[in-house]
């Protein structure tokens, strides 16, 4: 075994060496794995090279923009045709309970450059990632009413919610070790700038007999970070700094990567994306909700039947409810820094050059977010259509129950490149009904170096 192999199977160890230590929680799926002919697509393995073969300088805020949602409900099974709320059928399709994880990236800055076996790149994006699940029959509290809980002692649900925005600067290196094996690594230095996570909390029906009322509590411990101050109620208290880099809420991350093109018309490629982790310092709050929700006899409603009595919109029921959250909440300044893990992904494809121009080939990417666990297993088409355009074509399983049809572009013309991707193009033509919708996009200066 040649000593350059044995350093190509060490790489690879090492990739699997982070998957195996590290907690896997997942990141959401892009499409731009799918177009590696981007610059950008190296933001999904660091090993991808600069294929342009000129200096890529994102046009500012348009460099790379997207947005992903895996879901088990859509947006219409909240709302109706005339988008009012519509609890009814969100309970009824729900099954066991509601799971959606959403993330989002902005670029503000992307330049990358290849010099002889090299690539280098810089980023600086606005990233927002959020998850949430929650029981059924927490929904049914909402589309009921509280007249059928009354005379019960017991939990309905158990639910959280996690949502983080913060800032990533990276720096990525690519090298070409030998023919056709590239390496690549970019280490990242985050910034915290909101961070919102309720841990699992448990809601309970509790009934006082003796004092004829209806208790309803969530039992949990919240915690929050962000530009904001409390003395009573939550006002925004922004700094300079919460515009920038916040260094109380600093982090790290890494994403390594490799391709190897096994054969002359073969390749396989993988990577870790956002190992890492940061930890919040600035304007932290602990919260506890100790304190219930009461309602006489009297003031029992239901919601399901209009022409009853005791009737309450469901909508009007929410207002209340979000409206008393504030004075059932115990707020405290907290002191101690909370560490939260960034959710880190798993890529993987394998590609077949039919012609410099034409590949077919299969790729993975591995998602979890706590209660929803999303695998996505893609058959993958590219074909290069003269010399600046390419298309690329995905057929998507997600669990093994959904399948999505995608379509990627990147144009590139003398100064200029244009992309677009999405694993799901229907769910952009149709938004309000998909579960899983993704979406890629930008636009780059393509500036000549000779």
Not at 143 to 170: C, M, P, V, W
Not at 333 to 357: C, D
Not at 371 to 378: A, E, I, Y
Not at 383 to 398: D, Q
Request: zero cysteines.
């Amino acid at each position: 075994m040649s000593v350059l192999y044995q350093k190509k199977v060490v790489f690879i160890l090492f990739l699997l060496s982070i998957a195996s230590l590290l907690k896997i929680n997942g990141q959401e799926s892009s499409a731009l794995y799918f177009l590696n002919g981007v610059p950008q697509a190296s933001l999904e393995n660091p090993a991808f090279q600069n294929k342009t073969g000129k200096l890529v300088i994102g046009i500012p805020a348009l460099s790379g923009i997207n947005i992903n949602v895996n879901s088990n409900m859509a947006i219409d099974y909240l709302f109706s045709d005339e988008f009012e709320y519509w609890f009814e059928k969100l309970h009824e399709y729900l099954g066991e309970g509601g799971k959606m994880h959403a993330g989002a990236r902005a670029a503000i800055f992307f330049a990358s450059l290849k010099h002889n076996d090299y690539t280098f790149s810089l980023s600086v994006s606005e990233r927002m990632i959020s998850n949430t699940f929650f029981d059924q029959d927490i929904i049914r509290l909402l589309n009921d009413g509280i007249n059928d809980f009354y005379g019960l002692n017991q939990s309905i649900g158990t639910a959280f919610f996690q949502f983080r925005h913060f800032k990533e600067l990276g720096i990525g290196l690519s090298r070409e070790i030998s023919e056709g094996f590239d390496v690549g690594i970019r280490p990242k230095l985050l910034y915290g700038k909101y961070l919102l996570d309720t841990q699992k909390f448990e809601v309970f029906i509790e009934t006082d007999s003796q004092n004829q009322e209806l208790m309803i509590y969530p039992q949990g411990t919240y915690f929050m970070s962000g530009p904001l101050s409390y003395n009573g109620s939550f006002r925004s208290n922004i700094l300079p700094g919460d515009y920038f880099f916040q260094p109380k809420n600093l982090g790290f991350a890494i994403d390594a990567g490799f391709s190897w093109k096994t054969g002359k018309a073969t390749e396989l490629s993988a990577s870790i994306i956002d190992a890492g982790a940061i930890g919040f310092r600035h304007n932290i709050f602990d919260m506890k909700m100790n304190r219930a929700w009461r309602y006489t006899s009297n003031e029992l409603y239901q919601s399901n039947e209009p022409e009853s009595e005791n009737y309450r919109d469901p909508r009007e029921a929410l207002v209340q409810f979000a409206d008393s959250i504030s004075y059932l909440l115990e707020i405290e300044e907290g002191y101690k820094r909370k560490i939260s893990l960034l959710p880190m992904k798993i890529n993987a494809a394998a590609y077949y050059h039919l012609s410099q121009k034409t590949s077919v080939g299969v790729a993975n990417q591995f998602s979890w977010y706590r209660h929803n666990p999303v695998n996505m297993f893609s058959f993958i088409a590219n074909k290069g259509i003269g010399n600046r355009l390419e298309i690329a074509g995905n057929f998507s399983v997600y669990n093994l129950s959904y399948f999505t049809t995608g379509f990627g572009a990147v144009y590139s013309a003398r100064w200029m490149q244009v992309y677009f991707a999405s694993n799901n193009i229907l769910g952009i033509i149709h938004p309000s009904s998909t579960k899983h919708l993704n979406l890629s996009l930008g636009m780059n200066f393509l500036i000549d170096t000779q």
